[in-house]
């Protein structure tokens, strides 16, 4: 499985480019998910045989079709194949990478696959642990479950495939089919497919060899035989399909009880539970369903922690294959397999956002021009759980209705996120932010529009407080103090001196720009003796505010 990806589209930035209103934006945000009947594609894969087991990476999907792997792009179309292999069953891949992982029934070995160049880059010896029938990949280790059918033949092992001689190390006690595994967290489950009753063994991975937890056992739950094994919950959950029910079940992997039951939502008690999988955010079951006849299939997506069913998709005529269900962003994927023939077909569903999910977005109660103020929101999902860290796409509109650079902002893996903003001007400010949803849940946005105050400058000279008449004064202020940027402006300073005999003269002395970061500086040759007076006037403009303030200079006459 695959973490869902929370990228920003193509198609949302258009929207919003082209918009600049409200009622674009608003459109934009309640855009429903299409549903499977309409968008899913069913493409023959051109063979027929054993396999099914399905990864996607790299923009690729791999399917196990026994003598080869068929290659196919996202939307389905087959692009490639792998030839020549003998019993291609099973797949696995890390999370991160360029690496496929397939076992080969029949040639008792486990290869590994350039996904960009196709290339077999790996060859695994396991002729000692023969018919490698399943995988599942976890970190750095590949997980196997081998055995050709023969009483204590078969088992479960564990290796490094990136490791130059692979060693593999033996979990468990030994079987006779291969058993199936499954690995999620520090928790990894087996268990034999075809036996009845069912026992479901439980490992810590977090040691060398791993640790028995215990067994999830059939002949105490009354379970028949295990057609598939997934784990879910970040490896707290097994799920199991079984033979005979009409239920997906999971279970707890630390108590090793039943922790709750999804049921068939389409064909009643005539449903066999045939494929399940976990998705990757945890919150989801995927349930793969067949008719009794086999000729008709059905996808359930249940809540996973209320079993409710939330999204179904069907298909007649084919039958899902076992262990067949694989995620990639926002798509899901599952092999179908046609009654008689075998032939196989890859199952694309479309994105499929099951659940809503709510942004908020908080303004500040005063928003001042050129300043920076911090605008606040959350992101909550329908589910409850936490949505993790995800990437949130701002927009931001000027007075007149032209757009402002595009952001992207992140989240806190509790869906909270905060952004600064320093308005270049007064007025209204429209900002808007946006998710543009995962593979589960809908996008939602949120919008404030906030009316820009003018900046309110603090002006302050500095200067001496005595001087001598002939003497240069230096004089020197700034009106920012916030590390900013300011537009063009004007100061004036003029000059009111009280000679020693009460005369008051009055003289524009200079008008000056300011640099940008809002400092200036003057200067005085004061002719006479008095109190001198220096006023210097902030001239405001649309974006800044006026503002005045004076300093005093003793002036006397200078000694003989």
């Not at 949505?387 to 000027?398: A, C, D, S």
Request: hydrophobic fraction near 40%; glycine fraction near 10%.
């Amino acid at each position: 499985m695959r973490p869902s990806t929370s990228a920003r589209t193509a198609l949302s930035r258009r929207l919003v480019a082209w918009a600049g209103t409200l009622l674009l934006a608003a459109a934009l945000l309640v855009t429903q998910a299409p549903t499977a009947a309409a968008a899913a594609t069913v493409t023959d894969l051109g063979v027929a045989g054993k396999g099914g087991d399905v990864v996607a990476r790299s923009s690729k999907v791999f399917v196990a079709a026994g003598d080869q792997i068929v290659v196919t792009s996202i939307d389905g179309k087959v692009i490639n194949t792998i030839p020549g292999l003998s019993g291609a069953v099973a797949l696995a891949s890390p999370e991160a990478g360029r690496k496929v992982y397939a076992a080969l029934r029949d040639s008792h070995e486990v290869i590994e696959i350039d996904t960009t160049t196709l290339a077999i880059t790996k060859r695994i010896d396991l002729t000692a642990y023969p018919c490698p029938s399943s995988l599942a990949q976890s970190y750095d280790r590949l997980w196997i479950g081998f055995g050709c059918g023969e009483a204590g033949e078969g088992g479960v092992l564990g290796l490094i495939p990136a490791a130059a001689t692979p060693t593999p190390v033996r979990v468990g006690p030994a079987t006779t089919q291969a058993p199936l595994v499954a690995v999620a967290g520090n928790t990894l489950v087996a268990g034999e497919p075809g036996v009845s009753p069912a026992t479901v063994k439980v490992y810590d991975i977090n040691t060398t060899p791993p640790t028995s937890r215990g067994e999830i056992r059939g002949d105490a739950n009354g379970l028949p035989a295990l057609r598939d094994l997934a784990i879910a919950e970040y490896g707290s959950a097994a799920l199991s399909a079984l033979d005979d029910t009409r239920r997906f079940d999971a279970w707890d992997t630390t108590a090793l009880t039943q922790g709750r039951a999804y049921d068939s939502s389409g064909f009643g008690e005539h449903g066999l539970p045939t494929a399940v999988a976990a998705s990757p955010n945890g919150a989801y079951v995927v349930g793969g369903w067949n008719s009794s006849a086999g000729d008709a299939a059905e996808l359930v997506v249940y809540d996973a922690t209320t079993a409710e069913v939330i999204y179904t998709a069907a298909h007649q005529g084919k039958a899902v294959m076992a262990g067949s269900i694989e995620f990639y962003g926002t798509l899901t994927f599952a092999v179908l397999k046609e009654p008689g023939t075998g032939r196989m077909h890859l199952w694309r569903l479309p994105p499929s956002p099951y659940h809503s999910s709510t942004l908020t977005l908080t303004a500040p109660s005063k928003v001042t021009a050129l300043k920076q103020s911090t605008f606040s929101g959350r992101l909550t999902l329908s589910s409850g759980l936490p949505p993790g860290v995800q990437t949130l796409e701002l927009y931001r509109w000027l007075p007149d209705g032209t757009s402002r650079p595009f952001q992207e902002i992140t989240t806190a893996a509790d869906g909270t996120y905060r952004f600064t903003d320093a308005p270049p001007s007064t007025g209204a400010f429209k900002y808007q932010v946006y998710w543009p949803a995962n593979s589960w849940f809908r996008g939602s946005g949120s919008s404030v529009t906030v009316t820009v105050a003018p900046y309110e400058p603090t002006l302050t000279v500095t200067g001496p407080a005595t001087g001598n008449v002939g003497e240069r004064l230096e004089f020197s202020g700034t009106f920012g103090a916030d590390g900013i940027t300011f537009p063009r402006t004007t100061i004036t300073v003029s000059r009111k001196v009280v000679s020693p005999d009460g005369t008051v003269t009055s003289k524009g002395l200079v008008k000056l720009i300011p640099a940008a970061d809002g400092s200036f500086s003057f200067s005085d040759t004061p002719a006479a003796a008095g109190e001198h007076t220096y006023t210097v006037n902030l001239l405001g403009n649309s974006t800044i505010e006026s503002a005045s303030t004076t300093h005093v200079v003793t002036v006397l006459q200078a000694p003989a």
